[in-house]
């Protein structure tokens, strides 16, 4: 987990250089207060960075929280934590591997078939396949969403959604 | 004059049929507003046209009633699964959802009731006390002001996230950077759009909060496998009190005031909104707090952004009737209504047509607190919503936040925005980096770099004589009270700790 959150931060780190890069090229009058923000919001960025790769979060958070009891205890349970979700680290990856196909498939029927008709399609295989709901619950469920949507949104609303691909 | 004129309007309101108005207005508000990205807006919307035959009073009792109606449900949804019902009950989610997983939906949900009842009513007696002076008030407000009042909420951001404050500066400053997607307000120049036609404008905060909030938090509750969204499973136990929760309120006198005074002072203000009164509300009520545990569920984190965002009606509609300069897309359209049946906003109006402007506050009072009696009233009901199991709690949500970003404007590009921001805030949570630094710097930072050009720009042609500026000093001596007041409270901590 220690390895993924340094990940997130080199990210956000790669995100910040960009920005700077891209702030220098705009004209001066455009960059005044992006340049005032991404200078220091990069140089936390690579502090951050520094201090998440040579384990020095621990002596940081003493200097930002101070070496009272509530620091001591809120470092515990910071360790605590990370021990706990370094064990829970290969079903958790899983989970978010089968989550971004759930959420793919959502948008992939968003766009190719149009919400209203994403919501039945979408639903009954999630509660059937991913949470094991019954068959005659997972009707109902399913039922009742996609006609609520449907009848709300789509009739009484008249939401303008925007144009599928089919249909 | 204004007393009479005030009883005069209380007396048309209650006379039969005209109740029915506010009634229905109030109803209909509270049920589209309960419906994410959909909100009380396109309820009025909806409505102008249906008014065209109307006359005027029954017109003015309903838009008073749309206003006021469509305040407090879209913070249900905020607590009882991070979706904010409209952009002004983001911050509600804060602290609301933490205290929805803890069990304590209902004590939520009631301390929302009554913050939004109580602070729509001072926003109201502030209202009609500013009535006769609203012109000197507003001519107080000038660039260097809003400046000032942008920089004090950003400097709450080291307060908010007291927990992991370099990552709380540093997702500031990200969402600072976000802010400035699109044209520069002075140059027009285009920064940051990656060549999408979609960012010209800007990125709107609400796909943003659908997906940092929303869409993060159940992408959270299916990867931990939590079996719900209340940490409770046994119903009372899951229900929280309503008692309490309207108690926090009345305990704490003095954040509620201040949430509720500088709620209505910001919509007073044209063009700042609901949304920045509610996130500053926040960032002060964090600041005044030593020993609370906000964004963790702090009822105090509901209180102050619920009475901020209640008070600001009353003070939004004071630019409104005395010149009609809307301030929000809400009051723009009741701004319309009121055109097309002849009443034209400005001194006439609230000279010739008192009594017509107090049926408006009285609908918009009326509204406010039927609203949170209805509330305090299906609290209970709507916090068992938390207990439904997961598995089929996060498909459905999920649809409703897609659901929400379609139906906002109607564009492919607000889903994909919310989606990436969904990523963004999942990541967020769980390395442990605040997202409530990232959104008030989203929020603040079109008044910021806004109201920073015109400043230096007046400072350059020497029109900024900051002793002339009382609202500035008082705004300078608060700036510097937030900056210092941190350190004194820790020294005077530690000094306590040694003698101790």
């Known amino acids: 987990m220690r390895a993924r959150g340094m990940l997130f931060t080199a990210i956000l780190t790669g995100v910040g250089v960009v920005l700077l890069v ?57 360790r605590l934590r990370l021990h706990v979700s370094g064990d829970r680290r290969r079903p958790r990856r899983s989970r978010e591997l089968r989550l971004t196909l759930w959420g793919a498939l959502l948008l992939a ?59 | 004059m204004i007393l009479a004129s005030a009883l005069e309007g209380l007396q048309i309101l209650l006379a039969w049929p005209n109740i029915l108005y506010p009634v229905a207005g109030t109803l209909l508000a509270m049920v589209f507003s309960f419906l994410p990205g959909i909100g009380g807006v396109t309820l009025m919307a909806l409505a102008v046209p249906w008014t065209f035959s109307w006359d005027p009073l029954p017109t003015v009792l309903l838009f008073g009633a749309l206003v006021g109606g469509g305040t407090f449900m879209g913070s249900v949804t905020s607590i009882l699964f991070n979706i904010p019902g409209t952009a002004p009950n983001a911050a509600t989610m804060l602290d609301g959802y933490p205290l929805a997983q803890q069990g304590e939906a ?119 496998r939590r079996e719900r969204i209340s940490s409770q499973s046994d119903v009372d136990a899951a229900a929280g009190s309503t008692r309490a929760g309207v108690l926090a309120v009345l305990k704490n006198p003095g954040l509620f005031a201040r949430s509720s005074v500088l709620g209505t002072m910001i919509g007073m203000v044209p063009g700042i909104g609901g949304t920045v009164a509610s996130f500053v509300a926040y960032g002060q009520a964090a600041h005044g707090a030593k020993d609370g545990k906000f964004g963790e569920g702090d009822i105090r984190g509901v209180l102050a952004p ?46 010739d047509q008192l009594t017509l402007v107090f049926v408006l506050i009285w609908s918009l009072f009326f509204s406010n607190w039927l609203t949170s009696v209805l509330g305090l009233a299906t609290a209970g009901h709507f916090s068992r919503l938390t207990l439904v199991p997961a ?90 009270a937030t900056m210092v007041w941190p350190v004194i409270n820790r020294a005077l901590q530690r000094r306590r700790g040694v003698s101790s």
Not at chain 2, 194 to 200: A, I, T
Not at chain 2, 323 to 349: D, K, N, R, W, Y
Not at chain 2, 391 to 411: E, K, N
């Open chain 1, 109 to 167: 029927l968003v766009y190719t078939v149009g919400f209203l008709a994403a919501v039945p399609l979408y639903l009954a295989p999630y509660l059937r396949v991913e949470a094991h709901v019954a068959w005659s619950k997972t009707l109902v469920i399913t039922m009742l969403t996609a006609g609520f949507f449907y009848l709300v949104f789509g009739v009484l609303l008249n939401v303008p959604f925007p144009p599928a691909l089919v249909g």
């Open chain 1, 22 to 78: 891209q702030t220098l090229y705009l004209a001066p009058g455009s960059r005044l207060a992006p340049l005032w923000v991404i200078l220091p919001t990069l140089a936390l960025l690579i502090l951050e960075l520094v201090l998440e790769g040579t384990a020095l979060p621990d002596r940081a958070f003493r200097a930002l929280h101070g070496d009272t009891l509530r620091g001591t205890a809120e470092r515990v349970e910071l």
């Open chain 2, 306 to 351: 619920e009475a901020a965002n209640d008070a600001k009606d009353g003070g939004s509609l004071l630019p409104v009737l005395a010149f009609g300069i809307p301030g929000s897309e809400g009051t723009v359209l009741l701004l319309a209504a009121l055109t097309l049946h002849g009443i034209v906003p400005g001194p006439e109006l609230l000279q």
């Open chain 2, 391 to 480: 598995q089929i709690i996060v498909p459905i949500i999920t649809l409703l936040v897609v659901l929400a970003a379609l139906a906002y404007r109607g564009s492919m590009g607000d889903l994909l925005l919310a989606v990436g921001f969904g990523v963004l805030g999942y990541a967020m949570k769980v390395h442990g980096w605040p997202r409530v630094s990232f959104v008030i710097a989203l929020v603040l930072a079109a008044l910021f770099e806004t109201n920073l050009h015109l400043t230096l720009r007046l400072h350059e042609l020497d029109r900024l004589s900051l002793l002339d500026r009382p609202i500035s000093l008082a705004l300078f001596a608060l700036l510097a």
């Open chain 2, 106 to 224: 209902r004590t939520a949900i009631a301390c929302s009731a009554t913050a939004s009842a109580l602070g729509s009513t001072v926003g109201i007696i502030l209202l009609v006390a500013f009535i006769p002076v609203i012109r000197r008030v507003l001519l107080l407000f000038g660039p260097l002001e809003f400046l000032l009042l942008a920089i004090w909420g950003l400097a709450t951001i080291a307060l908010v996230s007291r927990r992991a404050v370099l990552k709380g500066l540093i997702a500031a400053g990200l969402g600072l950077m976000v802010g400035f997607v699109g044209m520069d307000p002075r140059t027009a120049e285009l920064r940051y759009a990656l060549g999408s036609e979609y960012l010209v404008d800007g990125v709107s905060v609400i796909p943003v909060f659908l997906g940092l909030f929303g869409l993060a938090e159940m992408m959270e509750l299916y990867v931990s």
